[in-house]
Structure formats: C-alpha cells, structure tokens
C-alpha cells in the first residue's frame, strides 16, 4: 500500500516538474565527442567517423543547451540520407525524436518515434519516449485548460463587478 502511494506522489510530481526519464548530457561530453570526432577524421576509417558522429550526435541531443539540440538536429537530419541499415536508420529517426521533443516539437516528436516504431515495434528506448510524449502532451493540454479555466473565471468575475457596479449608480 506505502509503494502504491508513493507512486501515486512520485507520478503527481513529475507531473507538475515535468520529469522524465530521457537522460541529459553535459557540455563536457559534447566538447569530448567534438574533439573525438576533429581526432576520427584524420585519416580514420569511415565506420569510426561514423561512430563518432553518432556519438555526437546523441551528445548534442540530450544537451541541456537549446543551441547544441538544434545542432545535433542539423546533423542528423542531414546525415539521415547516408543510413546504410535499417538499425541505423533506426538510431538516427529516434535522436531526431529526442531532438525535437527537446525542443519542444512534441507532434514532430511523436511522429519519428513512430516512424522508428515501425522499423522495430518493440524497442524499449522508442516506447519510453513514446509514453514520455504522450504525458507531456496531456500535461501540456491539462495546464493550458487550467490556463484558460482561470482567464474566463478572471473575465466573469470582472463582468460582474462592472455590472455590479453600474447597477449600484442607478
């Protein structure tokens, strides 16, 4: 019973934060991929440049800077083309997801996690953020009713006293 209750408040409270579990990453790491990657291109094979990129761009991503999420949506989008498995074409749509979702472009979001879905329907990563989409579109909607709950109870209230008070003057 004290799990289910402490679930219940653990859940209330991300709900209100906006936690979830989509782990971020520090400027420290996406400095260490950059350098990895400027290292993997002097005369590394392909598979390593690739490697890296990849590892820079799930840095970029899950970056607590805006500036390095766009970027790391740059990188990928542009080297979405170049996807040479279905398990890369995979990796690639769902770090874009990420992206997006960390941007704030949860329909956009909610769409290359889908597409990544089709690729593997049961993949954990995918499904997580999935569900981390939803909760956040359902937040959104919930606080943006409340929002506009409380701007007409705002706007009633202040039709009333003006009422109120033309009809004291007469």
Same mark, same amino acid.
């Given at each position: ?47 390593? +440049? ?41 990796? +690639? ?13 949860? @329909? ?42 409380? @701007? ?19």
């Amino acid at each position: 019973m004290d799990a289910k209750i402490g679930n219940f408040f653990e859940s209330v409270g991300n709900f209100f934060t906006g936690g979830d579990q989509i782990p971020w990453c520090d400027s420290d790491i996406v400095i260490g991929c950059e350098r990895e990657v400027a290292e993997a291109g002097k005369g590394s094979s392909d598979e390593l +440049k690739n490697e890296c990129i990849m590892r820079l761009s799930w840095a970029l991503v899950h970056s607590k800077r805006p500036e390095d999420v766009q970027r790391g949506i740059a990188m990928l989008e542009a080297s979405l083309g170049g996807s040479n498995s279905p398990q890369q074409m995979r990796e +690639k749509i769902y770090l874009l997801a990420v992206g997006y979702y960390r941007s704030g472009d949860y @329909a956009r979001s909610r769409q290359l996690v889908e597409r990544s879905l089709e690729i593997e329907p049961e993949w954990r990563q995918a499904l997580a953020l999935r569900k981390t989409i939803e909760d956040k579109i359902t937040k959104d909607g919930v606080i943006g009713i409340g929002i506009a709950a409380t @701007a007409v109870t705002a706007v009633g209230l202040l039709a009333g006293g003006i009422v109120a008070a033309l009809s004291r003057k007469k």
